[in-house]
């Protein structure tokens, strides 16, 4: 296996992380934090092309029965973050950055204008989302969620209006209500 294909299923989660990280650092610029999203989620949706081709039995070589799995700094399961994928996980990778494409275009007509921090948050939404989708554990699971539910607070608040706020709140007791029973 090419020493590059290994380090593929982390980039789904690390991508988005980065971008929008980067996207806090640029400054009041629209337009380069546009082109950034647009950029990540592109390499996202290549990067879940490429992993779902690999869990198929065209490539019978590359992975043990279609499924690869990454453990982050060479920790073992219990103590470290390992990520799985198989055929369903890569299909919801491809299907969720190709949706996030569409809806990043969809946003740059209007809602991208609201605040500064929308493609931030888009990307955090969208690395919890990919990181839920290829977590070997559940804790890991409950932590990707968590995170993609704290980038939802920050969109569902993002903008002005009293409707607003009182609906993100409202939105926000209940996933936090719901996170202390899971």
């Known amino acids: ?5 290994q380090h593929l299923p982390v980039l789904p989660v690390a991508v988005p992380l980065f971008a929008g990280a980067a996207m806090l650092l640029i400054p009041e610029s629209r337009r380069h934090r546009a082109a950034l999203a647009i950029v990540a989620v592109l390499v996202q949706l290549l990067a879940a092309v490429a992993l779902l081709y690999l869990t198929t039995d065209a490539v019978p070589d590359i992975w043990s029965k279609g499924i690869g799995v990454y453990s982050i700094g060479k920790w073992p399961a219990p103590f470290g973050i390992v990520l799985v994928v198989d055929r369903l996980s890569a299909l ?12 990043l275009v969809y946003s740059l007509a209007r809602w991208d204008r609201v605040g500064v921090h929308f493609h931030s948050l888009f990307q955090l939404l969208l690395m919890g ?5 290829l977590t070997g554990d559940l804790f890991n699971l409950f932590v990707f969620v968590e995170v993609m539910l704290a980038a939802s607070y920050g969109l569902l608040l ?11 709140l409202h939105y926000i007791v209940v996933n936090l209500v719901s996170s202390l029973l899971v």
């Open 158 to 168: 993002h903008g002005s209006g009293a409707p607003r706020v009182k609906a993100g």
């Open 129 to 133: 989302l990919n990181g839920a989708f």
């Open 92 to 103: 919801m990778l491809v299907l969720t950055a190709t949706l996030a494409l569409a809806t």
């Open 1 to 5: 296996m090419s020493p590059w294909l």
